[in-house]
């Protein structure tokens, strides 16, 4: 439960393997905003290859694929509103690993047609269940505050990762240096 919960927050950030903090280190991170953009523009597609990866595992009423037609429209009705910003971002994160520089339009296509396969592997019946268990229950939040638990869980396991975990997963990939920076939420008061 534990990978797959660290695997679709580490796809929203564009990397399966996150390192230790990153004020713990010079990797470069996403501030809580950032990360929220990235991550509310890619829930549709992650939502999407979730059903599709998981109908075989899944029970017809299962939350995930109950709610799947009405959460895709409110994701990508989210997802369009940051569909900017989004892309500033990775451009501005991957500018370095780019051969050329990229628009963040042209980038955010080529990150969206990657989640898929990156998502799809290791699905099996026991994720599935796990999926469709925190999906459902994450379900009724707005998606920003979706991105924001993925975000606060990616943050979290990237406390117990260690250097072997990247050796035992087929070694480190470009995309290992980027981590959510560490931040503390913060509530509005009441009445404001």
Not at 30 to 46: C, I, M, N, Q, Y
Not at 53 to 74: D, F, I, M, W
Not at 88 to 98: P, Q
Not at 117 to 145: F, K, R, S, Y
């Amino acid at each position: 439960m534990k990978n797959f919960i660290a695997g679709i927050a580490a796809v929203v950030a564009l990397t399966s393997h996150q390192g230790a903090l990153a004020a713990q280190s010079n990797k470069p991170c996403l501030k809580d905003s950032e990360f929220r953009s990235v991550a509310v523009t890619l829930l549709p597609v992650l939502h999407n290859q979730a059903v599709a990866s998981c109908k075989a595992y899944l029970p017809a009423n299962a939350g995930l694929l109950v709610q799947s037609t009405e959460l895709t429209q409110r994701y990508s009705a989210s997802a369009a509103r940051e569909r900017t910003a989004a892309g500033d971002i990775l451009a501005r994160l991957l500018a370095d690993e780019l051969p050329v520089p990229m628009a963040g339009s042209a980038i955010l296509p080529f990150i969206e047609g990657m989640v898929p396969a990156m998502l799809a592997q290791g699905i099996d019946a026991e994720v599935c269940e796990t999926a469709n268990n925190i999906w459902t229950a994450l379900a009724p939040l707005p998606p920003e505050n979706i991105a924001s638990t993925l975000g606060a869980i990616l943050l979290a396991t990237s406390k117990d990762k260690n250097k072997g975990d990247a050796a035992k997963a087929g070694g480190a990939r470009a995309l290992d240096n980027f981590a959510v920076c560490p931040y503390v939420a913060t509530a509005e008061a009441s009445g404001s």
